[in-house]
């Protein structure tokens, strides 16, 4: 069964600094990518940023570029967001989700993602 569980949301000051851990299970990893997303208002998913298991490559949201990095980890199946210099705006519920294989380079697009974890909620105060 393919699984993606995010973990490590919480409350954080202005500034700081959080990381959040997506642990995957039940697919083969480097066929895919891995993205990170946040539920914005109105429901919609804002993709922030995305690695390709298999060499790689990245994608940064112009919202988050400079500020949170993506790091793959496939000897534990886990993919990180480090997440720097916090700002209130960055509250948000956070969700990984795994990319279809075969679309190339991944990015921001969130249908074109087919499985989702649960989100983790970062709480930034200010």
């Known amino acids: 069964e393919v699984q993606l569980q995010a973990s490590g949301g919480g409350l954080v000051p202005a500034g700081g600094s959080n990381r959040l851990s997506c642990v995957t299970s039940?697919?083969?990893?480097?066929?895919?990518?891995i993205g990170w997303f946040r539920q914005v208002r109105g429901g919609m998913y804002e993709g922030l940023a995305c690695?390709?298991?298999?060499?790689?490559?990245?994608y940064y949201a112009d919202s988050v570029k400079g500020r949170f990095t993506v790091i793959s980890d496939n000897a534990k199946n886990t993919v990180h967001l480090q997440m720097n210099r916090l700002k209130p705006e960055d509250t948000a519920d956070y969700f990984c989700a795994r990319r279809r294989p075969g679309w190339g380079k991944c990015g921001p697009n969130n249908l074109e993602y087919d499985r989702w974890g649960r989100g983790t909620l970062v709480t930034v105060s200010s």
């Open positions: 690695i390709n298991l298999k060499d790689g490559t990245t």
């Open positions: 039940g697919f083969t990893s480097n066929e895919h990518a």
